[in-house]
């Protein structure tokens, strides 16, 4: 597990999922559920989260 919670899994399919790491849920991001992905698509939407979560963290706004 990372520090924004949340991770991807390799689906039955083959397709990868992130999911919330407390819910077990996929992620919904921008209003669309972040299943069905390639493996290059889910780790790019674990560094768009993780961007999101640096942005938006009490240490980036607190001097």
Same mark, same amino acid.
């Given at each position: 597990?990372? @520090?924004?919670?949340?991770?991807?899994?390799? #689906?039955?399919? %083959?397709?990868?999922?992130?999911?919330? =790491?407390?819910?077990? @849920?996929?992620?919904?991001?921008?209003?669309? #559920?972040?299943? %069905?992905?390639?493996?290059?698509?889910? =780790?790019?939407?674990?560094?768009?989260?993780?961007?999101?979560?640096? #942005?938006?963290?009490?240490?980036?706004?607190?001097?």
């Amino acid at each position: 597990m990372n @520090k924004t919670g949340f991770d991807m899994r390799q #689906e039955k399919n %083959g397709t990868w999922t992130v999911f919330d =790491n407390y819910s077990g @849920k996929a992620v919904v991001h921008n209003d669309v #559920e972040q299943t %069905g992905l390639t493996e290059d698509e889910a =780790n790019e939407m674990l560094e768009t989260l993780r961007q999101d979560f640096i #942005e938006k963290s009490p240490e980036k706004t607190n001097p």
